[in-house]
């Protein structure tokens, strides 16, 4: 599989009508509090992500990088602070702009076929007809599920159907792609062939933002870094300078495996 | 013993026979419990749907009063749909007392709730699975619902299954608004109630048999279609 988007590296998503849409990038949080029943799980986050590099988060379990993505995406609210996307705040838990998508760590697919669950998609982004069935087909191609469109979404294996999730999201074209810790359930094989779709992505000018626990795949994937510890941002910066010279104590315990809390 | 035996015996030939006035009280009571259902259905399904997923005041007291009226006794729905219906009533003008309309409306007051009250369970258990997705594809509450719908189509299949069986077995009410009228407004129930009283124990086997049989037939056919859809879609 060597997956192939049509769109050039460089460019910008184009609308139906084919004209290029400005970027909704830099998204900013300033200084964003997020509390469950008083718990206080992001704490006074500000960080700020620019259109290009691939950004991986990372930090240890329960430091808030997967709350950080869904404040992102607007899946839920900050208690305090503000999300804008290019200097837009988002006033609502699901109504933020949906020039991006997400995939999420166990996929949810439709109790559907494999291409029903990206027709579906595309439904709620009012892409119809020739077009989406162009684009549906364009999306299963590139993640190697050509042959698989008429099989039960369920009855997939859990590689596949994590690719199916990432050629959902393939098919709405989305300026920015969140990824929730897209491989931790998946074999190095499966891993690979997700790692290969995101680099597509990446290359058809695709902001990705991911999350991992895989130092690995972190080394692999990523151009800049977000060292987040206990709801609070705590380095950020190029990838190589994060994993040569961590600046921080915590990032420096973190890549050297000690255990932080 | 005897007597028993030679009902049986004479209910199978009916059976067999195909008794036109047997089949025509068949015919009948399925016509007025698939309208009852298929309309429940209709208003049922997105109703409960909605319930689920929709958070308004009063949200949990309808939810109990949805649970609660599963249990609605026919004779009392009968009661009120008569009086509803009857020609002093508010909907007297409609005429439709005595005909099977009538007893449709009963049954349709009947099994609503029951596909209402099972609709809101099995969406409430989908949308806590599907929530977070289909928000983060740009999906509305409201355009959630045909999405759930759809993806519970084959749970939502008992709960209708579960309407049928309570309206082709009621009694209660399609006497009170059918009248048990001959040739008009008799349905299986109506007449094995009749029938019995009157002795004629051979017509009322047959329609007990044809009655037993036909519950068994759809929730066969039921189980089938549930395990081959979680068989193909998980």
């Known amino acids: 599989m060597s997956p192939q988007h049509p769109a050039s590296p460089t460019a910008r998503p184009a609308t139906r009508d084919g004209a290029y849409e400005a970027s909704i990038l830099p998204l900013e949080m300033r200084e964003v509090v997020y509390e469950v029943a008083g718990a206080r799980l992001i704490d006074g986050l500000s960080l700020r992500i620019e259109q290009g590099p691939r950004t991986l988060i990372l930090g240890p379990n329960g430091a808030g990088k997967s709350l950080l993505l869904r404040l992102a995406h607007g899946l839920i609210r900050p208690t305090r602070g ?12 699901g109504r933020g702009p949906r020039r991006q998508a997400m995939v999420f760590q166990k996929p949810v697919l439709l109790r559907r076929s494999v291409q029903a669950n990206l027709d579906h ?3 709620l982004h009012r892409v119809d007809g020739d077009q989406r069935r162009a684009r549906r087909d364009e999306a299963l191609e590139a993640t190697g599920l ?4 008429r099989q039960a979404a369920r009855s997939l294996s859990g590689g596949e159907q994590q ?6 999201a393939w098919a709405l074209k989305p300026q920015v792609l969140f990824l929730d810790e897209p491989t931790s359930a998946l074999d190095p094989a499966s891993t690979r062939a997700v790692e290969e779709i995101v680099e597509a992505l990446h290359g058809a000018g695709t902001k990705i933002v991911m999350t991992t626990h895989d130092l690995g795949q972190a080394r692999r994937l990523a151009d800049e870094v977000l060292f987040i510890n206990r709801g609070r941002l705590v380095e950020q910066g190029p990838a190589d300078r994060f994993f040569e010279q961590p600046q921080s104590r915590e990032a420096q315990a973190y890549l050297s495996g000690e255990l932080l809390w | 013993m005897n007597d028993l035996i030679q009902s049986v015996g004479e209910a199978l030939r009916l059976l067999t026979s195909l008794d036109p006035d047997l089949l025509e009280i068949v015919g009948l009571s399925l016509r007025v419990s698939l309208s009852a259902v298929a309309l429940a259905a209709l208003i049922g399904l997105p109703l409960g749907a909605a319930i689920a997923l929709f958070r308004f005041p009063g949200r949990q007291a309808l939810v109990v009063l949805l649970n609660a009226l599963m249990g609605l006794p026919p004779v009392v729905v009968g009661l009120v749909v008569y009086l509803m219906l009857s020609r002093s009533g508010p909907l007297g003008v ?3 007392l005595f005909t099977p309309g009538a007893m449709i409306a009963a049954q349709v007051i009947l099994v609503l709730p029951i596909v209402a009250a099972l609709t809101r369970q099995a969406m409430e258990d989908l949308w806590s699975e599907y929530e977070e997705q289909l928000r983060s594809l740009g999906s509305t509450t409201a355009r959630a619902i045909p999405t759930l719908l759809w993806d519970g189509r084959f749970t939502l299949l008992t709960g209708i299954l579960a309407g049928f069986g309570r309206a082709s077995a009621e009694v209660g009410a399609v006497m009170i608004v059918g009248g048990n009228i001959d040739h008009v407004t008799r349905v299986m129930t109506t007449a094995i109630a009749l029938e019995t009283s009157k002795g004629d124990l051979p017509l009322a086997l047959g329609l007990g048999i044809v009655l037993l049989t036909l519950t ?7 189980e089938l ?5 979680k068989d193909w879609a998980g």
Do not use: C, F, H, Q
Request: hydrophobic share 55%; no cysteine.
């Open chain 1, 82 to 93: 503000e999300v804008l996307w290019r200097n837009r705040k988002i006033t609502g838990a």
């Open chain 1, 121 to 123: 998609a595309l439904a």
């Open chain 1, 146 to 149: 050509a042959g698989r469109a």
């Open chain 1, 163 to 168: 690719r199916l999730a990432l050629a959902r």
């Open chain 2, 94 to 96: 409609l005429g439709l």
């Open chain 2, 216 to 222: 068994i037939l759809v929730n066969g056919t039921a």
């Open chain 2, 225 to 229: 279609v549930r395990r081959w859809s």
